[in-house]
């Protein structure tokens, strides 16, 4: 050893072993992004269902957007697909809520499966840990069927336990769905406002588009339950009739996708665009190569309007954003913070024909590691009605002034700001 080089203390040499044991643990536990397994269960799930029923479920579809500022309507709308289902209810959430909304759901869905309706239903064993094991008893009990996607410490659990079901998707009869943003809880939906509540949106679909969503549930289904995608053979060879004027176009991302089709498509979308991008979402960390994208669109003279909540629900994505917001804007984009209130709506409007609507987040959870989905709607009347509501969520937001928020930052914040940058892609 070089003579400059002083001899480590034990303690020094300790904290270096134990820093590369926690680096290789984490690896083992959260560091893959892909499942060679579960990617090869997804295509034989879709090559199946394609020999079925071939695939035109892009084209003739009736969107409902379900806007208004406390999820009434999705509410409305879930429960009315619950009661007006014959035949089977899929639903597939992040978050069930164990509150008056999510045990009013329960007691509803297992309503339904003492009636004869199958009944599926399918949270994700993170974000639903406060979910108790009664409210999946209560609904065996009925008939129904609860699984838990992805277990933290069960030995059931395939992959990584960093990959979470960020969906959200209600299927009924395999013809009409909801898809968004919203959790099933009293902090995202209810039928009575609530100051509690996030700001956020959902879209009801019917049409074939339903279809190609219950499809993913499913996989997502055979994931956690363990079954085979040829126990659903009835299900994957439906294909509903043609309800509107929309086309809509399904895609879903995740370990057990090829690539990262969700990404690669907005990334295309946005690369497309000639007049206008408008993007709405709760936690804006997106990767250098979409950041960059959106300042060379701004300096392009295309109009990027960025709407972000003045504070979300998270701390520390708030502080890893703010790197981003200043590129944006010195870029030209319009930045703008929405309040009061959590804005939790993920939206984006391509020169005002082409909408993606769903789960996903403008953030690298979302695009690199999660199970999301999104619907990208055009035709028919509902991208002007997004475009609308983009427009009203513009109007109660005001302006980021990057100097402004620089001048308050304290020395320490901009610390924690780039420690968050660090663990920005677990977020």
Not at 224 to 231: N, T
Not at 315 to 327: E, Q, W
Request: glycine share 10%.
């Amino acid at each position: 050893m070089p003579a400059w080089v002083p001899e480590p203390t034990a303690w020094q040499a300790t904290l270096v072993l134990a820093v590369a044991a926690a680096f290789l643990a984490f690896r083992a536990v959260f560091g893959r992004r892909k499942h060679r397994r579960l990617a090869a269960d997804r295509r034989r799930l879709r090559a199946l269902s394609e020999s079925l029923a071939p695939d035109g479920r892009a084209s003739a579809n009736r969107v409902t957007c379900l806007l208004d500022r406390d999820g009434i309507e999705a509410h409305a709308a879930l429960v009315a697909g619950i009661r007006g289902a014959r035949r089977r209810i899929s639903i597939g959430t992040y978050i069930l809520a164990h509150d008056t909304v999510g045990r009013s759901l329960v007691r509803l869905l297992a309503e339904r499966a003492r009636e004869g309706v199958e009944v599926r239903v399918l949270v994700d064993a993170v974000g639903s840990r406060f979910l108790p094991w009664t409210a999946g008893a209560a609904l065996r009990r009925a008939g129904a069927r609860l699984e838990r996607f992805n277990p933290f410490l069960s030995l059931r659990g395939r992959g990584s336990a960093n990959w979470r079901n960020h969906r959200k998707i209600a299927v009924f009869d395999g013809a009409t769905a909801l898809v968004g943003g919203q959790n099933l809880g009293g902090r995202y939906i209810g039928s009575n406002p609530s100051r509690r509540r996030f700001r956020d949106a959902s879209f009801l679909i019917e049409g074939p588009a339903a279809a190609a969503l219950e499809h993913i549930f499913i996989a997502d289904w055979c994931q956690a339950s363990g079954e085979q995608p040829e126990d659903h053979r009835d299900l994957l060879a439906e294909s509903p009739a043609e309800r509107g004027p929309e086309r809509v176009g399904v895609v879903d991302s995740g370990p057990d996708a090829p690539g990262d089709p969700l990404r690669a498509r907005l990334m295309r979308e946005l690369a497309a665009a000639r007049g206008t991008i408008d993007l709405a979402t709760p936690y804006f960390i997106p990767d250098e190569a979409l950041l960059a994208l959106l300042e060379s669109k701004a300096r392009a003279g295309v109009r990027v309007r960025l709407i972000v909540p003045r504070r979300s629900d998270h701390l520390v994505a708030d502080l890893a954003r703010r790197s981003a917001l200043r590129r944006l804007h010195a870029a030209g984009g319009l930045v703008l913070l929405h309040g009061p209130g959590i804005l939790h709506a993920k939206l984006v409007v391509v020169d005002g024909t082409r909408a993606m609507v769903g789960s996903a987040n403008l953030d690298m959870r979302s695009l690199y590691l999660n199970y999301e989905v999104a619907a990208w709607i055009e035709g028919g009347g509902a991208t002007g009605r997004i475009v609308g509501h983009v427009d009203a969520l513009a109007g109660e937001s005001r302006r980021h002034d990057p100097a402004r928020a620089d001048r308050a930052a304290r020395w320490d914040e901009r610390i924690l700001e780039w420690l968050a940058r660090l663990v920005a892609n677990q977020l």
